[in-house]
């Protein structure tokens, strides 16, 4: 059945920020689909809150919203742009659970919007866990065997039906406290009591545990010819009882004979008919018992997934693509397989190679969580690697994470730590059988398959499957060579002669490289740089070539460059592909630190490289050269000091003053970053960072500056500046600001974390000017070509201190692009191509018609025991935007998009530190004008009283109960303001902000954000302003009558 | 200890000895132990290996499977499609001998090397199947190192080619065998003409509740006719079915008698009996992922597939370029294509439309691959129930 004419214009919802769960792989899928859509002649509607993605770029839809992802926010599109359908497989869970509330409260149907890809019922059918199983049950399937229990006598009558080991939760707790195993009837017996004192209803959930078997997973594909193809099966090293996002996944799947992969074959496909996919992806989850085979079904996503990502990498088979064609009327066999383009898309990739996914974790970020893992995602990012074996391809996912600290302590029961799944378990796995741990120990410990616990252990006692034999680049092509591939997709697997598949051509390549896993710090907004860079070096008539190893992502789509290399980002691995392609240039700029830390051994290596030169990129990390810098130029820097020792740091701080911010000196998003107010505090931070001895930076990283590691910096904290950023093109000749960002929080709140503004609110046309003029000397005198981020601190009514400079793409420059409408990274790219500023027409406005506000997104809610304070240390994964023509209004879309949404109503909990009183009364006179009750600690409910508010007081968790925790808990607390009054990490207003975002209450921890909110919530309390799609708002100005795919094949 | 795989060509890929080959040197008397020569084929199947080397359609032929990992989960009874291996040597980028999986009963190198199996790891196989498709199936061995590529050259060139070989009576049985059913039985008598029928397809059968007969392929109609079987079936098997003329006059004999289904061989001798052609592809179907829809209903199975030999269109014609079944006359009457594939719009399955006669050229059957089309196997057992 070809394409579906009786709809022309159809939604697409995206995932949001990026948080931990969902990540760039929607963004990668998103932007596939919306393609696709273009491509087939549909008008396409795209919301999403997220600007750090490519699928919001103007050109990749018809009418693009930034705006909240919420049911409310949704309709108002849906009223606008009338779709006929809406399309919500590919937005993860939040388009998923967006789909259903929208079709719940009518709106669906009152704007006559039709669902495809996935009905209603089938959604309900594979996100509803009980009707899931009724489902499951119905196709004769098995699920775990499941009870609900009130008592320790029903849980005794339910027993011989579950079966040990159970796993028993109590109800209704906060992230699962209470829960665990139990392996025999005396413990059985033990954990039902316990959490039927746990829970507040008293109610406990039994389930049978699968903790143990295999995990594997298979990506499906229906058409509505029912039609169905399996697209990879994927094996989880670790066996069930890790999320399989932080598992070490392998594809194909290794273990399994024919009949048993057959037979979960055969249960995936039953599974997809069941819950009723019409058309499109899924992925199906199976535990398997290692000796008996016997088949468990645990779950379904009835949509692509971060999974699927991984499958359409390890393949080449776009899932998300072909999700999309199906969608609109399609089946399999009337879409090509993009790879050989004279096959159809009906089939089922086999693969010749190995391909190993490891998660990327980012545990030292998060003090107080232990780093254990469970069926509770916390990965970050991760990284895949294909090889020929699966050694090879073990080995260079390794290395393809690029670790910042690798783990040298080890406990002394190796066997008994590997008990419990940690992030680091392979590291432990490794030391124990170097320590003469036997396989079958270990696996008994772990569950880990002895198949691939032979495999991991040669490597752990130093087989190196590289060893005496050649590199050579081997083609990714869905059908293990039985068709030629005419997509250049390559990977290195290494062989005893070196046979290359690859047909560079006779154009001029230029060579990108990507910034790796996704981490905190290094996101998604690298790739979004590096996709652009990719672009236009196509639409200059030069060969495209990316470099990258994230399978999340929108660079490592084969349709983004000429040619990929799904390769890891180290030296050698890049010096390999560039050997082969002989670039004209390499860009190491759009990439974040990753390329950066290559781009001194490329230059040994004599590999041009486009932009900036590495010079300037040293100049500007080096505290002392950058301090001569500035004064060069007439500029100034908080005063600094750097220290050798802790002693040497004491002495050095009374010269710089206090209060100083403290870091080492190997940094990434501002890790072990403190403020110290005090010699005591110094003191401190210096004690407690003495013995990181169990985390030695990895000696394959060189710390800044070629500083020696240990290294202490101190810099003077500005308190109560305002901090700004400014993202601006450069030359080498010319400087064209991209646009200055105001941050809502003051400095001492790392850049990434914090909220900003564009424009800058409160600086004066005058600072706007010295700002202006700052960038400009910096930028010249660093000699950029391409893009510079500088952060400036304002002090005071008109002083200017420039906190750093980094003359390469960064965080915000997505961000700003979507504010002002103008694509910062294309254009930097164009620079660094050889263009110049002056021939380049550029429509930056001088100051937009709109207010943009971007709000990070903390991932505070999956560690339930780390503290959510904000620091100089990075702790976002993501980022959303809100668009108004008016600052509070963007605020509070900001808020409510990063789901956090204000409240216009209810009770507001107050407590500051006593510098904030006085703004913190104020405050609560306004909210309490605006009809909110207002409940304080005693000395903030002091204060306040003293201005006349009515306030409730409320003791502290330390006085007693009842207490301002409980009742956050209780569900009686709507807004918290909270600054932190020290970093005791137990203290109160830990609880507070740990209860706050337990409960996913608003918690604020800054007064400038707390303002901020209070004229959100007021603006909140009128008309909701109507959306306007990022076309209208910068005129059409960037899309330019292009269609993405005329921007990616230009140069074909 | 070094090994190679040199293919007539002159194209030589190095790896190292393994199976039967490991024992290079030491039992100089085996021909296993110095060398394998065949018709060098591969298959893109992930899982299955031992599936594959015991199907007696790999007679006469080297097996090089593309996935580069072999052997993890070991072997077992379980995973035999015949009593014995039938591949003349295995090529393998990594070879793998652990029996640690629970469902092993031995190790897979190890029991190749008990069964007398040359095998060679290491090789870039993804290369010389990049080769063999670029060039086509050829004849090739798999050589210890110590052999000189000129001996090695000469064995290649002592081979005979495919084209125009009769391997089904090296692997049909010398006596009939009868088998009863799985079940409770009382089904229908099948009567196969065994040109080396894989177990898979006679358990399907047995667990359908049908009496299997296998008979040596060179039984005449009259003597199966005279069995009184319920139908006939055409088993798959090795070899080029051109030069089995004795069979597909056989078949033209009993077509009308009684009602026929067939696989893969059995498929290109019915081809054959109604008049159509039959021509070597350049590199074979061998995997468990080819597309064939099926043109009367739409349906597009993934099926398994292991053919060297292709049936032609009514004219002559090597691919059928309509998604509509072509149907013209034949000395039967009526007959039409049904199934196509979608990877190179070959042939795929024959149904006569005036007698209860129809083919496949893939393996329903799977063993290995998936279970898709094992519906033919209901479908058939329908009809003979009717």
Same mark, same amino acid.
Request: charged share 20%; proline share 11%; hydrophobic share 30%.
């Given at each position: 059945m070809p394409r579906r004419d009786d709809i022309s214009k159809v939604l697409i919802i995206g995932s949001g920020p990026i948080v931990i769960g969902q990540a760039a792989e929607f963004d990668y899928s998103g932007a596939q689909a919306c393609k696709v859509l273009l491509e087939e002649g549909y008008e396409v509607v795209l919301v999403n809150s997220?600007?750090? /993605?490519?699928? /919001?770029?103007?050109?990749?839809?018809?009418a693009t919203y930034i705006e909240p992802l919420l049911p409310a926010s949704i309709a108002r599109v849906i009223e606008r742009e009338?779709?006929?359908?809406?399309?919500?497989?590919?937005?993860g869970g939040t388009a998923l659970n967006l789909a259903r509330q929208l079709t719940e409260d009518g709106t669906l149907e009152r704007f006559g919007v039709e669902l495809i890809g996935a009905d209603y019922d089938a959604i309900r059918r594979a996100e509803d866990r009980e009707l899931f199983r009724v489902t499951m049950k119905d196709a004769g399937l098995r699920v775990p065997r499941s009870v609900v229990v009130e008592s320790i006598g029903e849980a005794e009558r339910a027993l011989p039906d579950i079966g040990l080991p159970a796993i028993v939760r109590p109800g209704f707790t906060m992230g699962g406290e209470g829960g665990g195993i139990a392996r025999t009837e005396v413990e059985y017996r033990e954990r039902v009591a316990e959490g039927l004192a746990a829970s507040p209803i008293h109610q406990v959930l039994i389930d049978e545990s699968v903790i143990g078997w295999g995990e594997f997973e298979l990506e499906v594909m229906r058409d509505r010819n029912d039609n169905v193809v399996i697209v990879c099966s994927i094996e989880n090293v670790?066996?069930?009882?890790?999320h399989t996002g932080d598992s070490v996944t392998?594809?194909?799947?290794?273990?399994?004979s024919d009949p048993r992969y057959q037979a979960l074959r055969d249960q995936a496909i039953t599974v997809i008919r069941a819950v009723g996919v019409e058309t499109g992806g899924s992925n199906i989850q199976f535990a398997v018992h290692?000796? /008996?085979?016997e088949i468990v079904v645990i779950e379904m996503n009835p949509r692509v997934s971060r999974s699927s990502a991984l499958a359409s990498k390890a393949t080449g088979f776009p899932i998300a693509k072909i999700a999309a064609r199906l969608a609109v009327g399609y089946t399999l066999d009337e879409i090509?397989?993009?790879?050989?383009?004279?096959?159809?898309?009906s089939f089922e990739p086999t693969i010749d190679y190995v391909v190993v996914k490891w998660p990327r974790f980012?545990?030292?970020?998060?003090?107080?969580?232990?780093g254990s893992l469970s069926t509770h995602m916390q990965s970050v990012g991760e990284a895949m690697a294909i090889g020929r074996t699966f050694k090879q391809a073990f080995v260079k996912a390794m290395r393809s994470r690029e670790l910042d600290v690798e783990r040298t302590a080890f406990p002394d029961d190796l066997l008994a730590a590997l008990e419990t799944p940690s992030h680091d378990r392979y590291a432990l796995l490794f030391e124990a059988i170097r320590q003469g741990a036997t396989e079958e120990q270990i696996c008994a410990r772990t569950g880990i398959d002895p198949w691939f616990m032979a495999e991991i252990a040669a490597l752990a006692r130093g087989?190196?499957?590289?060893?005496g034999l050649q590199r050579c680049f081997k083609a990714v092509d869905t059908c293990a060579a039985e068709f030629e591939a005419a997509t250049p997709y390559f990977y290195s697997g290494w062989e005893r002669q070196a046979r290359h598949e690859?047909?560079?051509?006779e154009r001029p390549s230029v060579v990108i490289l990507g910034s790796g896993p996704n981490r905190i710090g290094q996101g998604i907004e690298f790739d979004y740089c590096c996709v652009h860079a990719a672009m236009t070096v196509r639409e200059s008539g030069r060969d495209a070539v990316m470099i990258n190893c994230?399978?999340? /992502?929108?660079?490592?789509?084969?349709?983004?460059?000429?040619r990929l290399y799904f390769e890891p980002l180290t030296i050698e691995d890049v010096l390999a592909v560039i050997e082969l392609e002989r670039p004209e240039g390499v860009i190491?700029?759009?990439?974040?630190q990753t390329p950066l830390r290559l781009a001194q051994g490329l230059a040994d290596a004599g590999v041009p490289l486009l932009g900036t030169p590495v010079e300037s990129i040293h100049l500007a990390e080096d505290r002392p050269s950058f301090g001569g810098l500035l004064a060069e130029v007439d500029l100034k820097g908080p005063p600094y000091a750097t220290a050798g020792s802790p002693e040497e740091a004491l002495t050095a701080a009374d010269g710089v003053g206090y209060p100083l911010l403290v870091r080492p000196s190997y940094v990434l998003g501002g890790r072990a970053m403190e403020i110290c107010y005090s010699r005591e505090g110094l003191a401190d931070y210096l004690e407690r960072h003495s013995?990181?001895?169990?985390?030695?930076?990895?000696?394959?990283r060189t710390a800044e500056g070629g500083r020696p590691a240990g290294t202490i910096f101190l810099d003077r904290f500005l308190e109560n500046a305002i901090e700004v950023d400014v993202d601006a093109l450069c030359d080498g000749e010319s400087v064209r600001i991209g646009a200055i960002m105001q941050h809502?929080?003051?400095?001492?709140?790392h850049s990434g974390d914090s909220a900003c503004v564009?424009?800058?609110?409160?600086?004066g046309p005058e600072m706007i000017r010295q700002v202006e003029t700052a960038t400009e000397r910096l930028a010249l005198r660093l000699g950029v070509v391409g893009l510079i981020n500088i952060q400036f601190a304002v002090h005071g009514d008109d002083e200017l201190y420039v906190i750093e400079a980094n003359p390469r793409a960064s965080r915000t420059v997505p961000f700003v692009s979507k504010a002002v409408g103008v694509p910062l990274a294309k254009v930097a790219c164009r620079l660094m191509l050889g263009e110049r500023l002056a021939d380049i027409e550029l429509d930056i406005?001088?100051?937009?018609?709109h207010v943009s506000v971007k709000e990070a997104v903390l991932p505070f809610g999956r560690f339930p025991?780390?503290?959510?304070l904000l620091g100089p240390e990075m702790k976002s994964t993501g980022e959303v935007m809100g668009v108004a023509s008016d600052y509070p209004a963007a605020f509070g879309k900001a808020q409510a998009a990063a789901?956090?949404?204000?409240?216009?109503s209810g009770t507001v909990f107050i407590s500051v530190t006593d510098g904030d009183k006085p703004t913190a009364t104020q405050l609560a006179a306004s909210l309490h004008d605006l009809g909110f009750e207002v409940l304080a600690t005693g000395g903030t409910a002091q204060a306040i009283r003293r201005m006349g508010v009515p306030v409730e007081r409320i003791l502290k968790?330390?006085?007693?109960?009842?207490?301002v925790v409980e009742r956050i808990e209780s569900g009686g607390v709507d807004l918290v303001v909270n600054t932190p009054?020290?970093?005791?990490?137990?203290a109160d207003g830990y609880e507070i902000r740990r209860a706050a975002v337990a409960r996913g209450i608003p918690c604020i921890t800054t007064m400038s954000g707390a303002s901020a909110a209070q004229r959100a919530i007021r603006a909140r309390r009128s008309d909701p302003p109507e959306p306007i799609p990022l076309q209208e708002l910068h005129g059409n100005r960037s899309a330019a009558g292009r269609s993405p795919a005329a921007a990616g094949r230009a140069s074909e | 200890m070094s090994a190679y795989v040199l293919l007539e060509d002159g194209t030589r890929f190095d790896g190292e000895a393994a199976g039967a080959l490991e024992g290079f040197g030491r039992d100089?008397?085996?021909f296993a132990s110095v060398a394998a020569t065949g018709e060098v084929v591969f298959n893109t199947a992930m899982c299955g290996y031992q599936e594959a080397v015991s199907?007696?359609?790999?007679?006469?032929q080297i097996i090089t499977f593309?996935?580069?990992? %072999?052997?993890?989960?070991g072997v077992s009874g379980?995973?035999?499609?015949?009593?014995?291996?039938?591949?003349r040597a295995v090529i393998m980028r990594e070879g793998i001998d652990r029996?640690?999986?629970?469902?092993?009963?031995?190790?897979w190198l190890t029991w190749l090397a008990d069964g007398g199996i040359p095998a060679i790891t290491g090789v870039d196989t993804r290369a010389l199947v990049r080769h063999i498709r670029d060039q086509g199936a050829m004849r090739g061995g798999v050589f210890g190192g110590e052999l000189s590529e000129d001996d090695a050259m000469d064995l290649v060139r002592a081979e005979p080619s495919m084209?125009?070989?009769?391997?089904a009576k090296e692997v049909t049985p010398g006596e009939p065998v009868v088998l009863d059913p799985l079940n409770a039985g009382g089904g229908p008598r099948i009567a196969a003409l065994d040109t080396g029928i894989k177990d898979s397809i006679v358990r399907n059968l047995r667990e359908r509740g049908a009496t299997v007969e296998l008979h040596p392929c060179d039984t005449s109609a009259e003597a199966l006719l005279a069995r009184s079987p319920d139908a006939v079936f055409l088993a798959n098997g090795p070899?080029?079915?051109?030069?089995?003329d004795y069979i597909v006059e056989t078949v033209r004999e009993l077509i009308g008698q009684k009602p026929v289904w067939g696989i893969c061989l059995g498929h290109q001798l019915l081809c054959r009996a109604v008049g159509l052609d039959t021509a070597k592809l350049r590199f074979g179907h061998r995997g468990a992922n080819h597309p064939v829809k099926d043109?009367?209903?739409?349906r597009i199975d993934i099926t398994s597939q292991n053919h060297g030999f292709a049936v032609l269109g009514?004219?002559?014609?090597?691919? %059928?370029?309509?998604d509509e079944p072509v149907r013209w006359d034949t000395d039967f009457g009526a007959a039409e294509l049904?199934?196509?594939?979608?990877?190179?719009?070959?042939v795929e399955g024959l149904v006569l439309k005036d007698v209860p006669a129809s083919t496949v050229?893939?393996?329903?059957?799977a063993g290995p691959g998936?279970?898709?089309?094992?519906y033919l196997f209901d479908r058939f057992m329908e009809t003979l129930a009717a």
């Open positions: 997220n600007p750090a /993605t490519i699928m /919001t770029d103007p050109e990749f839809a018809t009338r779709p006929d359908a809406l399309l919500p497989t590919l937005g670790d066996p069930m009882g890790v392998v594809a194909p799947q290794q273990t399994l290692p000796n /008996t085979g090509d397989n993009d790879i050989t383009r004279v096959t159809p898309a980012a545990f030292e970020k998060f003090p107080g969580a232990d087989e190196d499957p590289e060893a690859v047909d560079r051509g994230n399978p999340e /992502t929108v660079s490592t789509d084969y349709d983004t460059s000429d190491v700029q759009f990439g974040g013995n990181d001895s169990a985390s030695v930076p990895n000696p394959s809502v929080e003051e400095a001492g709140v564009i424009p800058a609110m409160s600086l406005p001088a100051v937009p018609g025991r780390a503290d959510s789901g956090a949404e204000l409240p216009i968790l330390s006085e007693g109960s009842p207490n009054t020290g970093s005791g990490a137990r | 100089a008397e085996s199907d007696p359609s790999y007679r006469g593309t996935y580069p990992l %072999i052997g993890n989960y379980d995973h035999m499609e015949s009593d014995s291996v039938h591949a029996e640690d999986s629970a469902l092993a009963e031995g190790g084209t125009g070989a009769d391997l070899g080029d079915p051109a030069a089995l043109l009367a209903t739409g009514p004219g002559g014609e090597r691919t %059928i370029d309509t049904s199934q196509l594939n979608l990877y190179d719009r070959t050229q893939y393996h329903p059957e998936p279970h898709d089309s094992l």
